[in-house]
T-cell receptor, first 111, second 116 residues
């Protein structure tokens, strides 16, 4: 079993839809949770960063962490074609520790 | 703007040659940088942790004599793929964390390596 599980998709939605992306994990020592967006042939770009459980909102993006269920989510409201990319969840035990990535979910937002 | 710069972005070379990839932190000094490898439609796999002024720490299964890492200054780490072969073709990405910030790692734009 992988430490971090993420459905690779692809996920296709119409423009304006609410997108829900999820990851599950097995290591209860993870404390830091991140979502990165990666466009084709580019490096990952940090979208959201959360410590421990709870919600965090930034514009159209909301990140949720449920440590009791070992489950994290990223919601994208009013999705745009420019949101089409691969979304990677990542987590670590410490703030300076190595990141463990999910496989990434490919999202396509159709105009 | 980019806080981590990676160069080159794309390199094609013949089998048996060595290739050097540079990773620079632009706005901060990074005592630690990370090197990842990514195959098509797969996630990032950590190869090694680059430590300024000391030896790199390699992940299990990564050949340290194959992938030489040098972290000679607080803003530069290099990855050299020695005697590259077609199976070394991949997307290599570096990252660094600003120790003065609570933000997690920032990534470079990656280097696409193609070995003929």
């Amino acid at each position: 079993q992988k430490e971090v599980e993420q459905d690779p998709g692809p996920l296709s939605v119409p423009e304006g839809a609410i997108v829900s992306l999820n990851c599950t994990y097995s290591n209860s020592a993870f404390q830091y949770f991140m979502w990165y967006r990666q466009y084709s042939r580019k490096g990952p770009e940090l979208l959201m960063y959360t410590y421990s459980s709870g919600n965090k909102e930034d514009g159209r993006f909301t990140a949720q962490v449920d440590k009791s269920s070992k489950y994290i989510s990223l919601f994208i409201r009013d999705s745009q074609p420019s949101d089409s990319a691969t979304y990677l969840c990542a987590m670590s035990e410490g703030n300076t520790g190595k990141l463990i990535f999910g496989q990434g979910t490919t999202l396509q937002v159709k105009p | 703007g980019a806080v981590v710069s990676q160069h080159p972005s794309w390199v094609i070379c013949k089998s048996g040659t060595s290739v050097k990839i540079e990773c620079r932190s632009l706005d901060f000094q990074a005592t630690t940088m990370f090197w990842y490898r990514q195959f098509p439609k797969q996630s990032l796999m950590l190869m090694a942790t680059s430590n300024e002024g000391s030896k790199a720490t390699y992940e299990q299964g990564v050949e340290k004599d194959k992938f030489l890492i040098n972290h000679a200054s607080l803003t530069l780490s290099t990855l050299t793929v020695t005697s590259a072969h077609p199976e070394d073709s991949s997307f290599y990405i570096c990252s660094a964390r600003d120790p003065g910030s609570r933000q997690p790692q920032h990534f470079g734009d990656g280097t696409r390596l193609s070995i003929l």
